[in-house]
Structure formats: C-alpha cells, structure tokens
C-alpha cells in the first residue's frame, strides 16, 4: 500500500506555493518599477517605434479590416497604435501604469478611436474565451518567469481560426553564449528573466496547443550608449555592461554581433517572430 501524504507533506506544498506566489509578485513589482521609468525613453526608442517592424507583425497575422487585436504587455502602445490602422479594434494590456498612460496619449495624438487599454497580468488575462481574433505580444517573453502559461492564457483568448504570434530577441544556440547575455540584460534591466534560443520558443507552441509556428526573422540594431540611456541599471552596472559589450567584440561571448567604432559600441539583437493559427 501507498503511504499517505502526512500533515507535514501538506505544510511543504503550502510553503512552497506560498514562496512562488511571493517570488511572483516581488518579480511583477520589479517590471512595474523598471516600465514606470523606462516608459517615454522605451516607448520612443527608434528599435520600438519602427514602422518596419510593425509592418513584419501585421503580414505575420494577416491583420484585415474585420479583425480584432490583443496586444499582451502592450507596452507604450506601439503595436496596438499599428494595428488600430489596419484592423476594427485593438486592445492592448498592460500591467504598468506609466507604460498605459502612454499609451493612450500615443492613441489620441493620432486620433485613433477604435483602440482600448486596460491594466492587469498575463497570466490571467481578464478576457472571455475566445475573445479575440489576433492575440500578440512583443518583448515580452523575456520578462515572464513561466512563458508557456502566458501563451496558454494568449491561446484561450484567441478564437478557433485566429492568430497568435510572439515575437522576441532569441540567444545563441551556444548554451555558454546564452547565458552571458541573459546576465548581461539581467545587469541591464534588473526585470529580464531569460531570452530564449528560438528552438525553446518555438517547443512552447505545441506544449501550448498550437501548431507548428511559421518564424520570421529581423534585427534591432543600435549603439550602446542609446540602450543605456532609456535603461535603468543598478549603480555602477552600467560600466560593467560597456566592458561586457567590448569584450564580445572581440570574443563573442554574448553571441550577437558587436562592433566597435571609435568611442561607439554597436550591436545586433536578433528578433523572432512566431506566428500560427489556433485550431
């Protein structure tokens, strides 16, 4: 016979919950602060606001006139503000005050009335099933300690016959390479959990219920100094950020393509873009 779990099997359960749902809510605290400082100088960045990019994400999903949009941790409304141009309505979610007040500012300066904003979590998105016909969400999953439950939060709101796509920055397939540039965005933006190498993004498609993803691919290119000024490191991590940087340019120890001009630091962050239909 088996032997029943005793009281004390119960209270480790309960502790340990409780420890998760702890580490949970000090980690949404942490994106909420880092997003509330980071919301004008990220929302505005040339590598968030570029219409190009929009554009790769509204052909991902074949975004028509008839449909309908979620856009999860929607940030400063960029994506939303994109696809409100092409579809009847967009929605975007948000779990950062500061980033939705932006948001909704963007809307009005170009006049957009079939956009909505709301404030709550990812992983329990306040939508019916089904909900939507187009279910995105864009730099994000790099902040999310478990992604596959967001994405399954994303497929339930999405109808049978709709879209969903997830687009990021992926690492190299080089465990070592990957992991230094997780701790270098960890020093960055105290909030990054992990970016994934796009083979872990796309197994969570299928462990979410989808089909196989068709992907895309584009770059955010830049110069350093650019990304430090709309990031909020720790004190003295900034430093520690522009050595890691010189010394990929030599080593490719972040593996992303690094180049130094003079005083200037530029870089590559490879993006995938995930798309496929809910059956």
């Known amino acids: 016979m088996g032997r029943r779990a005793g009281k004390g099997g119960i209270e480790v359960k309960g502790l340990r919950s409780e420890k998760k749902n702890m580490e949970t809510t000090n980690h949404q605290a942490l994106i909420v602060d880092q997003f509330s400082k980071q919301a004008i100088a990220f929302s505005t960045a040339k590598t968030i606001a570029d219409a190009t990019a929009h554009q790769l994400l509204i052909d991902a999903v074949g975004a028509g006139p008839d449909d309908t949009v979620l856009d999860v941790a929607c940030g400063g409304g960029n994506v ?19 980033m939705l007040d932006h948001a909704r500012a963007m809307a009005r300066e170009r006049k957009l009335d079939n956009v909505s904003w709301d404030q709550g979590q990812a992983t329990a998105l306040p939508y019916a099933d089904g909900a939507f016909i187009i279910v995105v969400t864009r730099f994000s999953f790099h902040h999310f300690i478990d992604p596959l439950a967001v994405l399954r939060e994303m497929v339930r709101v999405c109808a049978p016959g709709g879209r969903v796509l997830v687009a990021d920055m992926h690492t190299s397939t080089d465990p070592a390479k990957g992991a230094e540039f997780n701790r270098m965005e960890g020093l960055r933006d105290p909030s990054h959990v992990r970016a994934l190498p796009v083979a872990e993004l796309e197994a969570l498609f299928p462990a979410a219920g989808l089909p196989e993803a068709k992907i895309r691919f584009y770059e955010l290119r830049d110069e350093l100094e650019n990304l430090l000024g709309r990031s909020f490191p720790n004190p003295g991590d900034g430093d520690r950020i522009r050595e890691i940087f010189r010394s990929s340019a030599r080593d490719d120890r972040l593996g992303i393509p690094v180049r130094l001009e003079g005083s200037h630091v530029n870089y590559v962050y490879p993006v995938a873009v995930l798309a496929a239909t809910r059956p």
Request: glycine share 10%.
């Open 80 to 98: 939303v503000c994109a696809f409100a141009g092409i579809v009847r309505h967009a929605t975007g979610i948000d779990m950062t005050p500061a």
